[in-house]
């Protein structure tokens, strides 16, 4: 019932990468590869028609020369994968994962999913695992993206929602403390909100080891030594409380746990805190004076802070910085954490992660359950319970003991490139019984696989996303897929019938959704009050919106609690008057529908806490923080840091990057980021081959010689497989929270390679 094309056949639909979801028109086009060319949509208010070379590229993955098009089937042991009919490959797949469950048991059988996932499908996927499989272990490659943010934010503000308020709102704060994030390259179409920042008269203050191109926009950089931002945090919050500048009032009415985090904070006096970094004190100063003087002000955070084995505890430090500064809740400012993965932000709402049901509601809540299980006709009882964090599901795959996970459904993943320690990951796949895979091309974990099932993607099928924001938008099909190609909700609908499961597992997108709107319904992230019609109606709908029961006609409504017209802010002077600045046309500044005579409907939330948080009584919680070392730090043996991330012209895993020749040209393969000062030690010129050793591998790239990074710090790209695999270093250690792998800091040696 979605519409598919304006009057030229051109289709407003959105990227298939990161979580900004850039919105842009595809219309028809015999002459490109694909049959469809991308056409600038300024309409959406997100990326204003600017798009990154990945989405200005991404057509030509739908035509690359390497997709699959036919299911593969491995039909010996050891045997190469051969072409299959989809009738086979379904038989096969229902064969080995039965023959896994009869033999050892459900949770023998394991299920790995991704933050590209539409919500439909994280949806639906949740369900699959839990109902036909009867499995617990499910978990999702967001673990390894934001789950420390996720957790923090939960923890502090009672829910998780990446920014709670949207994008449009940081050019009109005062000052923003970016912490690891390197946004100019990893989503580019972003830095207008820094730049926008900067021409209305804000500071921008980037925290990041390394001098990235984000950082050359900043006022002020504060380079921490890998695994130290937490006590830069905490050092921040010292200098904060030691002047006076705590928000009194705003803590005794907004927050609870005050005490022991300011008790927390003042034991890690700056001087300490400047050894602990490496941040000189007057930056640190600087620093504060700049936040604590502005109006408004805002703390983001990305990976950098997020993937350690402190994660949660390093970004609740940062939270209780902006709590004990009076932010959060407040117009214009707050915490926010800036969601990496296309759906990164609905793919952990919807049921795919270990611990949680639809509507972000948890696993061991029995009302929780119960009210799922009404939604999806079971009992309650018949739920599997939680199950395991996902580097937990890789390192049991294929083991010989009674919790070993033996069969795996792999979908929008390649772990073998992406998890941490992936040398040992892609030996346990190795040893599964049996490996099913559903991607667009043959990934480096397809290869793996005694299935390969070739399914849609982005312009081919329809679907919600989320993005960094919490605006639930839809992606429409623009193209027929290749004939041999099914999507991912066709596929488990194919799989659950085989597996006796005629119903409750529709193909259609729209339908899936109408589900998940009542499987949310009274949860934290309730999308009840959304539906397709008014996300097309309206660019986007934020979540929570409940239904009010209220039919939606658009441009009627007056506005309402979250709209963002009802929290008696006054425009930042100034801003209302460059043409530039002029958001009016973001939905999140738009008041809502509504008819005249019924009730209305939510407008949706693009500001959440402006009047109370989600936890119980309403306040947000500060929880006290210490400064702990990394679970390895460099030491005789591997005497420097290692700390890993991305580059603009690859994502992810490069399982689709990597097939686009101008990004390859771009971004050809991995090397390794070094001092001119070590790199003089080390006796290597630019380009010359490295040899990274961890603990759990060796890595081999060339050097690239900067002085953009510490000279006790080596960076790595993690976006290709094989020798320069970053991901073979990587350390597991894990967040006793979150369960995130410590992706960005471990110890290594590096040496020259080249030839004896
Ligand atoms: Fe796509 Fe992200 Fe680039 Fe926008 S910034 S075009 S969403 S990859």
Known sequence: SAPTAGADGTVPTHCPYCALQCGMGLRPDPGTPAGLRIVERTDFP???????????????????????????????PGGPLEPAGWDEALDRVVEGLTATRRRYGADAVGVFGGGGLTNEKAYTLGKFARLVLGTSQIDYNGRFCMSSAAAAGTRAFGVDRGLPFPLADIPRTGCVILVGSNLVETMPPALRYLTELKENGGSLIVVDPRRTRTVEHADLHLAPRP?????????????????????????????????????????HWPEL?????????????????????????????????????KGTETVGAWINLALATGRPGRPLSGYGCLTGQGNGQGGREHGQKADQLPGYRM????????????VWGVDPD???????????????????????????????SNPVVSAPRAAHVEERMRALDFL??????????????????PVTQWAEETGTMTNLEGRVILRRKAAEPPTGCRSD?????????RMGWEKGFPTDPEEVFEELRRASAGGKADYSGITYRRIIEEDGVFWPCPDTGAEVVPGTGTGGEGSGEADGEEP?????????????????????????????????????????????????????????????????????????????????????????????AAAPGPFVQVHPRLAERLGVAEGEPLAVTSRRGRAVAPARITPDIRPDTVFMPFHWPGAGRANTLTNPALDPTSRMPEFKVCAVRVEPARPA
């Open 46 to 76: 997100v990326n204003r028609g600017a798009l990154c070379g990945k989405g200005r590229t991404a057509p030509e993955v739908l035509a690359s020369r390497v997709r699959l098009t036919e299911p593969l089937v491995r039909r010996s």
């Open 227 to 267: 695994g130290t931002d937490l006590a830069l945090a905490l050092g921040l919050l010292h200098l904060v409380i030691a002047g006076g500048w705590v928000d009194e009032e705003y803590i005794a009415g907004r927050t609870t746990g005050w005490p022991e985090a300011r008790a927390a904070a003042m034991a």
């Open 273 to 309: 805190v400047e050894r602990i970094t490496g941040v000189p004190l007057p930056a640190m100063r600087e620093a504060v004076e700049r936040f604590r003087t502005a109006e408004h002000a805002m703390v983001l955070t990305a990976r950098g802070p997020e993937q350690q084995a």
């Open 363 to 374: 696993l061991a809540d029995a009302d929780a359950r119960a009210h799922v299980a009404g």
């Open 382 to 412: 018949s739920l599997p319970g939680p199950g395991r964090s996902a580097y937990e599901l890789l390192d049991a795959l294929g083991r010989d003991t009674p919790d070993g996970v033996r069969s795996l459904l792999l979908l929008a």
């Open 436 to 453: 099913v895979v559903c991607d667009v091309v043959l990934s480096e974990s397809a290869e793996l696989a005694d299935v390969v099932l």
């Open 489 to 497: 909700l066709r596929v488990m609908h194919d799989l659950a019938a």
């Open 572 to 664: 930042v002077g100034g801003w209302e008057d460059d043409p530039s600045n002029d958001h009016s046309a973001d939905p999140a500044d738009r008041p809502a529908a509504g008819t005249p005579d019924g009730p209305a409907p939510h407008p949706g939330t693009p500001r959440m806490f402006l009047d109370r948080f989600a936890t119980p009584d309403g306040r947000a919680r500060f929880v006290p923080v210490q400064h702990r070392p990394s679970a390895e730090e460099p030491d005789a043996d591997y005497p420097l840091f290692l700390t890993t991330g991305r580059v603009q012209a690859q994502y992810q895993s490069g399982a689709q990057t990597r097939r686009v020749a101008e990004l390859n």
